[in-house]
């Protein structure tokens, strides 16, 4: 049987709160990448408890990072948090990955601009989960990785 090699977490943050406890249960994996931990942070999360989700996913991500894991910045958090969610990732980095969502190309070419200014490259080395076909196109346009995110395609096959 074959084991992914990448883990992503854009799925509920209950689903991987325990990383907190205990990240090294991501090691019994062998996964070679992983994105960081995407604690959900919306315009109504107070600046204070948004720092404190950022603060962590930074600092299991260098945890990981420290036992040989590459990791991908993740971007996907809302417009109110853009600024702090760059807080630790230096200049000239280049792994990032967010979520896509149906009717949000916006902010995926808000999150796509704040990947090129960090990395300094027109083309960042950038995976995007999902978001269906105005989502895919954008990312076959301008050369990010786009990841299925079979729910929403199935969405796309439906309506299209």
Known sequence: MKMAK????YVEDYRFNTLWENPAKVLKH??????EPNCSL???TPIARGLERIYRKRWISRWWQ???????ADLNVSAKFYEYNQL???DGYNAFAT???RGKLDALKAEHRIARQISGCNIPNMIVYGGGREIHEYCMEY???YITDFMSEKGDQDNG
């Open 6 to 9: 990448t883990f992503h977490y």
């Open 42 to 44: 919306f315009d109504t």
């Open 30 to 35: 062998a996964i070679t990448q992983s994105v």
């Open 99 to 101: 979520r896509g969502y």
């Open 143 to 145: 050369s990010l990785l």
């Open 88 to 90: 630790g990732i230096p």
């Open 66 to 72: 420290e036992h040989g894991i590459t990791i991908y």
